[in-house]
Antibody, heavy 122, light 113 residues
């Protein structure tokens, strides 16, 4: 049974760095074809893909946010960490992590965490 | 970036009637080497994460009722709910995973008429 759970601060100040952790179970990030992605959703708005990390270390970022994002993994802890620098109020919203399957370093999100709501305010 | 455009933005359908949501990509998401369309559909209810309904444009995820069906190829896709149930009230998103950045449509809100 695959589960994912996001954790991190609920409130960050403008210009600060956001660090979110995705802790997962039921799969290994060393398994061929598997990945973990991050997606966010501003209140009342659509989903926006941010970044992903594959089993072989391949990392991809949203071009519009690439300079601010970093995604890493801790295989021994079954965690994927997303870091976003220079937070702004427009970055507020719910951040989801999700399991990727499909093979060939592409795929779709078949399992999602419940999401964590981040507010950006001084 | 591949832009995904859904239509309509919202629709109201009577219980038991058919609901049809369209999704158009700004470029083809059909990979010729394997003849697969890199297109997924998700359902999102208020306060919940998205739920995968359809992948590879027409493959239904395990456990998803067979009233949900996906069709289309290339740049034009459709999600059909053959007989709308009260539990289907939600926002539906299409997403391409043909290349990064992966992109979602703006969402279609489905309500009961």
């Amino acid at each position: 049974q695959i589960t994912l759970k996001e954790s991190g601060p609920t409130l960050v100040k403008p210009t600060q760095t956001l660090t979110l952790t995705c802790t997962f179970s039921g799969f290994s990030l060393t398994t061929r074809g598997v990945g973990v992605g991050w997606i966010r959703q501003p209140p009342g708005k659509a989903l926006e893909w941010l970044a992903l990390l594959y089993w072989d270390g391949d990392k991809r970022y949203s071009p519009s946010l690439k300079s601010r994002l970093s995604i890493t993994k801790d295989t021994s802890r079954n965690q994927v960490v997303l870091t976003m620098i220079t937070m702004d109020p427009v970055d507020a919203g719910t951040y989801f992590c999700a399991h990727i399957v499909g093979g060939g370093n592409s795929g779709y999100f078949d399992y999602w965490g419940q999401g964590t709501l981040v507010t950006v305010s001084s | 970036d591949i832009v995904m455009t859904q239509s309509p933005d919202s629709l109201a359908v009577s219980l038991g009637e058919r609901a049809t949501i369209n999704c158009k990509s700004s470029q083809s998401v059909l990979y010729s080497s394997n003849n697969k369309n890199y297109l997924a559909w998700y359902q999102q209810k208020p306060g919940q994460p998205p739920k995968l309904l359809i992948y590879w444009a027409s493959s239904r995820e395990s456990g998803v009722p067979d009233r949900f069906g996906g069709s289309g190829s290339g740049t034009d896709f459709t999600l059909t709910i053959s007989s709308l149930q009260a539990d289907d009230v939600a926002v539906y998103y299409c997403q391409q995973y043909y290349n990064t950045p992966w992109t979602f449509g703006q969402g279609t809100k489905v309500e009961i008429k």
